[in-house]
């Protein structure tokens, strides 16, 4: 499976952008992660194969929602309230085996090319 991320950009800090994340086939549960500069790759959130469940860092729970379209095989992070401490390349990634919801970046074999979001103060 290939993915790509896309939807990245500047947006002012209470702002609002949505990130899509394109397969090239059918995907399992996907997540997003993040990376900011000299820090590690951060898991932001995932979303189960169905849709039914999904999961959500504590920085981001209640401002983000991430969502899926499996008829166009593309996974959305919505991103609302944008804080300057948001900004960081963004990731999506699929998980090859059927099973609950993981947040370990060992956990997602497929990962697409991020896309940069930058949130202004």
């Known amino acids: 499976v290939q993915l790509q991320a896309s939807g990245g950009g500047l947006v002012q800090a209470g702002g609002s952008l949505r990130l899509s994340c394109a397969a090239s086939g059918r995907t399992l549960n996907v997540g997003w992660f993040r990376q900011a500069p000299g820090k590690e790759r951060d898991f932001v959130a995932a979303?189960?194969?169905?849709?039914?469940?999904?999961a959500y860092a504590d920085s981001v729970k209640g401002r983000f929602t991430i969502s899926r379209d499996n008829a166009k095989n593309t996974v959305y992070l919505q991103m609302t309230s944008a804080k300057p401490e948001d900004t960081a390349v963004y990731y999506c990634a699929s998980d090859s085996r059927p099973r609950s919801l993981r947040i370990r970046i060992a956990d997602y074999d497929y990962w697409g090319q991020g896309t940069q979001v930058t949130v202004s103060s």
């Open positions: 979303i189960a194969w169905n849709g039914a469940w999904s």
